[in-house]
């Protein structure tokens, strides 16, 4: 079972956008812009944010329905992938650095996917 909630809903929104300004900008430019990485700087601090309010929601009592463990794997992956692919595309500037911002707002929504499907 699948619920939509306000934390998902934004978090697709700002994975959506940085995927399509990193897919655009693949597609038009030689090197990643302002643009490309201020989508995985949204990204990242959207999951912070979101790690903050779901320690709060376990701590409150809103128990993670599955394995927790899997739960803060998955977010503390999550974590991890814009300021990789980040530091990636300002230390190669190439186009495909951009087609990596791409790739980071992609894996970064499929996880929060799944890091939904535990919660719930």
Same mark, same amino acid.
């Given at each position: 079972m699948f619920a939509l909630n306000g934390f998902f809903i934004a978090g697709a929104v $700002?994975? /959506?956008l940085a995927l399509v300004v990193a897919v655009v900008a693949t597609a038009i430019r030689k090197h990643p812009d302002d643009w490309a990485l201020i989508g995985a700087a949204?990204?990242?601090?959207?999951?912070?944010?979101?790690? $903050?309010? /779901?320690?709060?929601?376990?701590?409150?009592?809103?128990?993670?329905?599955g394995d927790p463990w899997e739960f803060w794997g998955y977010l503390v992956t999550a974590l991890v992938m814009p300021p990789v692919a980040f530091f990636w595309a300002i230390s190669e500037k190439s186009r495909w650095s951009n087609a990596v911002l791409g790739a980071s707002a992609l894996v970064t929504f499929i996880m929060l996917f799944r890091m939904e499907q535990i919660w719930h």
């Amino acid at each position: 079972m699948f619920a939509l909630n306000g934390f998902f809903i934004a978090g697709a929104v $700002i994975c /959506a956008l940085a995927l399509v300004v990193a897919v655009v900008a693949t597609a038009i430019r030689k090197h990643p812009d302002d643009w490309a990485l201020i989508g995985a700087a949204c990204t990242e601090v959207f999951l912070v944010v979101y790690g $903050i309010a /779901a320690a709060i929601r376990q701590g409150a009592g809103n128990a993670v329905q599955g394995d927790p463990w899997e739960f803060w794997g998955y977010l503390v992956t999550a974590l991890v992938m814009p300021p990789v692919a980040f530091f990636w595309a300002i230390s190669e500037k190439s186009r495909w650095s951009n087609a990596v911002l791409g790739a980071s707002a992609l894996v970064t929504f499929i996880m929060l996917f799944r890091m939904e499907q535990i919660w719930h």
